[in-house]
């Protein structure tokens, strides 16, 4: 039986401009939920910014809120100090440097209050020196400039994270199921499921539970041996395998895959290859300030050089260009 617990979870919404909205709704609707099947409000929340000014999410909405930082640092030491913080971000987070806001966020932490990431919330957690050696989920789209910027904390790839006082998500409806989980620690499972039939969802996924689709359904390719090559890929982007290193791995031939790949591709494995660590290197260079040669370098490139002519090749313009673009947009 659901019991009452002894006391009520009092929770701040930081909101960052550019915030995924989605990320932001799905964790806030399982508390407001949770409240009306229980008859009561175990869960109170509130919204801040750093200004107290409405905030907007990277789709265009606006957003209101009740506080400031001002306001939260005053409630600190009194009854309206909240019992988790958990920081709304989303696009454009490399550029995010409220030293103000990352000072708050560690006097929250060291009075004993839980914080939590939505999204690319672990990127701010983690530049306010509070991920360190801390186990952390943020979205797979920013993982590798994140784990580039903070080589010190322990991101993976998963739904959400739990380590200690420090909850994040990789945001999407993985806020969801963090949030779910924290109503399950708090009640029951009979809670659980009647939060989960009120919003339509017929189970909670696990921290673990894979944040991209398959290769299978990503792709759209069939053939195992193929997925099995392209997984070895992926693994093995700052040191490439040799085609004959990848058919030792699968128990093909070099002829094999070139043909498989071929068929199920449409270009060769060394093109493929090729595509996908340059895909890496643009999300390092847009997510991160790594000199272009320690891109390069990251990426699997054996010069500067080498790299730039490739990619200016790929993507029609060189990894200078496309990094000057970036501050052109952020200025803008």
């Known amino acids: 039986m659901t019991a009452k617990p002894a006391a009520k979870r009092s929770i701040v919404f930081f909101l960052v401009p550019d915030f995924t909205l989605i990320a932001f709704s799905t964790a806030i609707e399982p508390l407001r939920v949770a409240n009306r099947m229980l008859g009561f409000e175990a869960y109170q929340w509130r919204l801040a910014s750093s200004d107290g000014k409405p905030v907007r999410a990277s789709c265009g909405v606006e957003v209101a809120v009740q506080t400031s930082l001002d306001d939260e ?10 019992s988790m913080v958990v920081v709304c971000s989303g696009i454009n987070v490399e ?5 103000s806001a ?31 050696n801390k186990r952390c989920a943020i979205h797979w789209e920013n993982l590798p400039g994140f784990s580039e910027a903070f080589p010190k904390a322990n991101v993976f790839a998963d739904l959400f994270e739990i380590d200690q006082n420090i909850h994040t998500c990789a945001g999407g ?27 339509l969802t017929d ?7 894979r944040q991209r689709l398959p290769l ?31 058919a030792d791995g ?15 591709m449409g270009r060769s494995p060394a093109r493929y290859y090729l595509e996908i660590r340059l895909d890496r290197a643009r999300h390092l260079l847009i ?28 993507y029609a313009r060189s990894p200078q260009q496309e990094r000057a673009d970036r501050k052109q947009q952020f200025a803008a």
């Open 203 to 209: 189970r909670v996924r696990s921290p673990t539970d």
């Open 173 to 199: 409806t993985a806020s969801l199921d963090m949030m779910i989980k924290l109503i399950g620690d708090d009640f029951d499972e009979v809670l659980v499921n009647r939060v989960c039939e009120q919003v």
């Open 287 to 314: 997510q991160s300030s790594l000199p272009v040669v320690e891109v390069a370098v990251a990426c699997g490139f054996v010069s500067a050089s080498h790299f730039s002519k490739c990619y200016r090749e790929f």
């Open 102 to 132: 990352f000072a708050w966020l560690r006097e929250e932490y060291n009075r004993g209050v839980a914080l939590g990431g939505l999204c690319t919330g672990a990127h701010i957690l983690a530049a306010a020196g509070l991920l360190s």
């Open 250 to 264: 699968v128990d093909l031939s070099r002829r094999q895959i070139e043909r498989l790949f071929q068929q199920e």
């Open 73 to 82: 640092r005053r409630m600190m030491g009194g009854q309206d100090r909240p």
């Open 216 to 246: 299978r359904a990503r792709l759209g390719v069939q053939n195992a041996k193929v997925l099995s090559i392209i997984e070895l890929m992926e693994q093995n982007l700052s040191e490439p395998l040799s085609l004959l290193d990848i």
């Open 95 to 99: 550029r995010y440097a409220n030293k």
